[in-house]
Structure formats: C-alpha cells, structure tokens
C-alpha cells in the first residue's frame, strides 16, 4: 500500500549540514516534495515534506530519519479558512510560503487550496477578521 503525509523534520545542529533526506530516495524508495525548507548552519534545521512511498519502506524511512537524531512532527494541525468570516481582502496571499492562497482575477476573490497548507499559522495572525482557524 502506498501512502502520503505531510511531515515535519527538525534537524538538530550537529546534524544539520548530513545529506539525511536523499538516502530516503536511495535507500528506501521514497519521493519527497520539498514543501518549505530552513535549514541554516549553527542552527537547527526544518524541512517540511510531503513524503510517499509504500508503507513497509515509509516506516523503515522514518525509522531511519529517528535513528540519525531527526525529531519529527506529523502535520496533524488542519488550517480552514471560515468562508463567513473571509472578506477577500488578500492579506493572506503574500505571507503563505506555500502559496495556499490564490486570487482570482475573475471574481477578485481569494481562493483557499488547503492542500498546499503546511500549518505554518502565519495567517492566522495575520487575517484580521480572524477566518483562517486552527482544527487539531
Ligand atoms: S486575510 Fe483573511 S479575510 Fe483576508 S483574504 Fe485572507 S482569509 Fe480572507
Ligand atoms: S497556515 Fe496559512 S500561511 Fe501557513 S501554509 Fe497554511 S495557509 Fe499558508
């Protein structure tokens, strides 16, 4: 069985510079689309990744990923946007990293692509008639 998720990896800095995501590929068959990425030295590293594979090699993959010292966070946190509450205003396009937010040139309307979300909660804070909600 194949399976997708989104997931989030932190890097601790004695491991940040490791090639440690291309032996996923090489080892255990698995792609990964790079989602967002901020990886600096002297720091602690994130990576944000859609990763899939079939399950037995997903599981060997993140077991890997833990044995190396990676922390890793599923993306259980859902962003919806409340459709009554969106006056389309359009602060939310540029602050998405990952351009969940489109705007329609038709209708002036923002459109919401929940699936290109990676709950990073930049909008949240930054809609101010407070549509765009957190759901765990
Ligand atoms: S910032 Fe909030 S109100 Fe404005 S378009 Fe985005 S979701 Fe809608
Ligand atoms: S939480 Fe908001 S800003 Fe962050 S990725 Fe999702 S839609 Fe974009």
């Known amino acids: 069985m194949v399976v997708s ?3 989030v ?6 491991i940040v510079e490791r ?24 720091q602690e590293g994130l990576l944000v990744l859609e990763l899939s594979g ?6 060997k993959g993140i077991q890997f990923l833990t044995k190396t010292g990676v922390h890793i966070q599923s993306l259980s946190q859902d962003v919806v ?18 351009r ?3 705007l329609d040139p038709a209708t002036r309307r923002i459109n919401f692509h929940n699936e290109k979300c990676v709950a ?3 909008c949240i804070k930054a809609c101010s008639p407070r549509a765009m909600e957190v759901h765990f």
């Open 100 to 102: 969940a937010f489109e």
């Open 120 to 122: 990073c909660g930049l």
């Open 19 to 42: 090639a440690i995501v291309c032996r996923l590929v090489k080892d255990f068959d698995l792609e990964f689309n790079i989602l967002k990425a901020s990886i600096t030295p002297e």
């Open 81 to 98: 946007r409340n459709e009554e509450r969106c006056t389309h205003c359009g602060a939310c396009v540029t602050i998405c990293p990952s």
């Open 5 to 7: 998720r989104r997931i």
């Open 9 to 14: 990896l932190h890097f601790p800095q004695r």
């Open 54 to 59: 079939e399950q037995v090699e997903y599981d």
